[in-house]
């Protein structure tokens, strides 16, 4: 089962994914953006969902520093997706680089598809 780790602070953000996600994937969960490079070091996740709302270090920065962490070679390359609070956020997602993003109150079918998509196109030979 592919490793996922959540970044949110809300735990209704966290049931929705366990629920989208139990089963076809291993969740794992950090309540802080601060928290994600170490997260992403000691789980090896194979995809990331980084809520964009978290009170400490929002989803954006949290991508951000993943990317910044990638591109200097020390964290292999891996898909994020972002949860967005309204769809007038997109911006932010495409401006931190995310390879996906979601619009929350999170539809779990919605999400499981995305998440099963993203991760295919990840592994897709380039």
């Known amino acids: 089962m592919p490793e996922?780790?959540?970044?949110?602070?809300?735990d209704w953000v966290a049931a929705q994914c366990e629920a989208a996600l139990s089963g076809e994937h291993t969740l794992h969960r950090v309540?802080?953006?601060?928290?994600?490079?170490e997260a992403i070091?000691?789980?090896?996740?194979?995809?990331?969902?980084?809520?964009?709302?978290?009170?400490?270090m929002g989803g954006m920065a949290a991508c951000l520093a993943v990317r910044q962490e990638e591109d200097m070679g020390r964290l292999p390359r891996r898909p994020l997706i972002m949860l967005l609070d309204r769809d007038a956020d997109e911006f932010l997602a495409r401006r931190?680089?995310?390879?996906?993003?979601?619009?929350?109150?999170?539809?779990?079918?919605?999400l499981a598809r995305l998440v099963a998509s993203t991760l295919a196109e990840a592994s897709a030979p380039a």
């Open 41 to 56: 070091e000691l789980v090896d996740p194979a995809l990331v969902l980084l809520d964009l709302q978290v009170g400490n």
């Open 31 to 37: 309540r802080r953006g601060a928290d994600t490079l």
């Open 96 to 110: 931190s680089t995310a390879d996906a993003w979601l619009v929350k109150p999170i539809d779990p079918m919605g």
């Open 4 to 10: 996922v780790l959540l970044v949110t602070d809300a």
